[in-house]
């Protein structure tokens, strides 16, 4: 079963009398051109002329015409964005398997250039969540333009398979009602307590000045012109339920002391963060969870920005943004799982707009 099968039972949201291609060649086209280095509808549909006789080696617009960015861009705005949505998590599903014993990031990003000021539109907010060990984005979420991130997250938790998975949540998701959701839904929750939650923080930071951990890991790093350490402190005292009663499930209170030095000039800097969380883990565990949590912003939203150049999308109208942010998670999933060679995100895309083998490699066809 290819990525293309779980779009099959997606509804066209054209009228007939302008059904001119197939809404499936649309798709295929799409996706394909997004993993081949294409950004834009123009680029799209420049793809789409350029690279006709691969497109047909696949079945699609075997008449020889393909569609104009207008075209592309029509269908986007209108298709349903949480029908969309079903159909790319039905593949993520499928691509990454159980989450059990996984850590799945939770984390937001503004898509820049997606406001329309004229219309009276924002630009908008996605959340994500991120399977470090899969190299996956298993789900998005559009936040509602009256909301905000702790309204969505549970939203978006609610689609997922949490069993058996470590939760990772910043600051902003530090709220106890998330924290029951994560539980309730079979999962073990690690959130962020900072100036949001600042009665938190101040308690959690007291224990730590009042009580030895239980357990401490120092792991180091160097490399790009610094020295990097993160030290990691847990207590996990039986009596934690007690002095947090309003936070179910706690068995761990976590502090993180980073330090980075420059090696050329010698400056230093220092950073202490403080994390709650219903998992009883050694600090090592804890240690390697929370450098993974930044998994989400280092090899999802930085690869999306530079690479993928979402920041620089001008797609703004209607539900083109949405859609179009979904396809380019299923493209940086594609190009993260492939395991046929050593290359980067950026290379493989690149080579996927020279090569058809490459292209076919990626998606998951036999090369001819």
Known sequence: MTLFTHFEELQDPRIDRTKHYELQSLIFLTISAVVADCEHYTEIADFGDERLSWLQSHGHFLDGRTPSHDILGNLFRRMDPIAFRTCF??????VCGST??????????????SHDHRNGKKAIHVISAWSSSNQVVLAQMKVDDKSN???????????????????????MGCQTEIAEGILDRGGEYLLGAKGNQSELMEEVEMCFVHNAPSSVDEQWDK???????RTCAVIDSPDLQD??????????????VSTREEVTTGKRSE??????????????????????????ENQVH?????TFDEDGSCIRKDHGSQNMA???????TICRTFTGDKKSTSRRRKSAARSDAQLDALLGFKTR
């Open 243 to 256: 002095r947090f009663p309003r936070w179910a499930g706690l068995k761990s209170l976590v502090r993180i």
């Open 271 to 296: 950073e202490i963060r403080f994390y709650i969380s219903s998992l009883q883990a050694d600090a090592a565990r804890f240690n390697s969870l929370v450098r993974q949590h930044w998994g989400v």
């Open 89 to 94: 998590m039905q593949w993520t599903s499928a």
């Open 302 to 306: 930085w690869v999306l920005d530079v």
């Open 100 to 113: 059990d014993g996984a850590l799945v990031s939770i984390d937001g990003k503004t898509l820049r250039r």
């Open 223 to 229: 490399g790009h012109g610094r020295i990097e350490s």
């Open 149 to 171: 991130e702790i309204t969505a997250i549970p939203e978006l938790l609610a689609l997922l398979d949490l069993k058996g998975a470590a939760v990772s949540i910043d600051a």
């Open 326 to 332: 979904a396809i380019r998670r299923i493209a940086l």
